[in-house]
């Protein structure tokens, strides 16, 4: 275990060697992820507007990157549960009533899961030359 450790720290340790010599690459890292956080603070902000919410998005804005970095624990596929759990939690403590959360948190997911459907249907929609070769074996 200990070993394990100690090479995920070299590996971090690494990577920010790497960083620290070409901050162009975070800074690009960083202007990608501005437009995707942007989106999903409006998205969860219109979510909670459309159950009759009114937080303030300052507000939504703090726990929304929260509740998707809760989503990246290795736990569960796509953070299913995950995601929803966090989200009533963060927005109950922010004044939310539990049921109210909820339903956030499963419109959430609904919508989340009908826009990769749609993005499934076009990409199974494209000629199978444009695809990426499936490996045989």
């Given at each position: 275990?200990?070993?394990?450790?100690?090479?995920?720290?070299?590996?971090?340790?690494?990577?920010?060697?790497?960083?620290?010599?070409?901050?162009?690459?975070l800074l690009g890292?960083?202007?990608?992820?501005?437009?995707?956080?942007?989106?999903?603070?409006?998205?969860?902000?219109?979510?909670?507007?459309?159950?009759?919410?009114?937080?303030?998005?300052?507000?939504?804005?703090?726990?929304?990157?929260?509740?998707?970095?809760?989503?990246?624990?290795?736990?569960?596929?796509?953070?299913?549960?995950?995601?929803?759990?966090?989200?009533?939690?963060?927005?109950?403590?922010?004044?939310?009533?539990?049921?109210?959360?909820?339903?956030?948190?499963?419109?959430?997911?609904?919508?989340?899961?009908?826009?990769?459907?749609?993005?499934?249907?076009?990409?199974?929609?494209?000629?199978?030359?444009?695809?990426?070769?499936?490996?045989?074996?």
């Amino acid at each position: 275990l200990a070993g394990s450790v100690m090479a995920l720290v070299a590996g971090v340790a690494l990577a920010v060697g790497v960083y620290r010599r070409r901050p162009e690459v975070l800074l690009g890292a960083l202007a990608l992820s501005l437009p995707f956080y942007g989106i999903l603070i409006l998205f969860q902000y219109l979510i909670l507007g459309a159950l009759g919410v009114s937080l303030p998005l300052a507000e939504v804005a703090l726990i929304a990157p929260l509740v998707q970095l809760v989503g990246l624990l290795p736990l569960a596929p796509n953070g299913l549960g995950l995601v929803e759990g966090a989200f009533v939690l963060f927005f109950v403590q922010a004044g939310v009533a539990p049921e109210v959360a909820l339903a956030g948190a499963l419109l959430r997911r609904i919508l989340s899961v009908a826009v990769s459907l749609v993005g499934g249907l076009i990409w199974l929609q494209r000629a199978p030359a444009a695809r990426p070769a499936r490996a045989e074996g």
